[in-house]
């Protein structure tokens, strides 16, 4: 699976009740919230498991998959990219401060049921994107599940650079992972082919846009002529 998220089955997770059992993300409704349905939708019935969430900071998931399953936080706690330093999550979840790519030293190989992320690929170096995902790869249990939610900016003709960005990941994770589901991947079967905005796409609202304005006032001139949208990029460890 890689592919953008739909409002259509963020409405179906959202009509479910399944979000009454999550805090909402800060700063109101926005992106971050589409991203935590989809995953706390394929999550949820997790029971007995093993379950790492990369850089999942202050986590909103971690402590609701807590209650049935051992949790784990790869998190530096450094505050790169606006997020915390320190750690507030229950103690029923374990934290292991380090970054995805560099935790040979800290996390054996198959350690995991489940690897999955929420707004952390797209902020990945493209030359440390290979050693990320290889080391998920590595550190997940062969079946293991690995889910990432991954902000882009996106457009009808979306920048060249941004769709080799996605297709050269979707390229490395996949060498490591089976897709999850063969259906979920487009119309013809190829993630390759779509990775382009579409109205049936899930989207940030407008002031949530404007609100990241004033935190990265950069990328101003791309959010008034791009959709800021959710990527899900799923599979099974090989």
């Excluded at 750690?87 to 380090?98: F, W």
Aim: with cysteine; glycine share 8%; proline share 5%.
């Amino acid at each position: 699976m890689f592919r953008f998220v739909t409002k259509e089955e963020y409405w179906q997770v959202e009509d479910s009740g399944l979000l009454d059992k999550l805090p909402r993300a800060p700063f109101g409704w926005h992106m971050k919230n589409i991203q935590d349905a989809m995953a706390f939708s394929l999550l949820r019935s997790c029971r007995g498991q093993t379950i790492a969430e990369v850089g999942g900071g202050d986590s909103r998931l971690l402590p609701a998959l807590a209650a049935h399953n051992r949790c784990v936080n790869i998190e530096p706690y450094e505050g790169i990219g606006c997020g915390p330093k320190t750690n507030t999550l229950p103690d029923s979840i374990t934290n292991i401060p380090a970054y995805l790519g560099r935790t040979r030293q800290s996390i054996r190989d198959e350690t995991f049921d489940v690897v999955f992320s929420i707004s952390v690929l797209e902020h990945v170096p493209d030359e440390e994107l290979e050693g990320f995902l290889q080391d998920a790869a590595r550190i997940s249990k062969k079946g293991g599940l690995g889910l990432h939610l991954i902000d882009v900016y996106t457009s009808e003709s979306p920048p060249s650079a941004l769709v080799e960005r996605q297709r050269r990941t979707g390229d490395i994770f996949f060498s490591h992972f089976t897709p999850l589901s063969e259906d979920l991947l487009g119309q013809d079967g190829d993630w390759r082919k779509d990775l382009i905005f579409r109205c049936s796409c899930a989207t940030n609202p407008d002031d949530a846009m404007n609100r990241w304005n004033h935190i990265a006032p950069s990328l101003r001139h791309i959010r008034a002529t791009h959709q800021s949208c959710s990527l899900i990029l799923a599979g099974r460890a090989k």
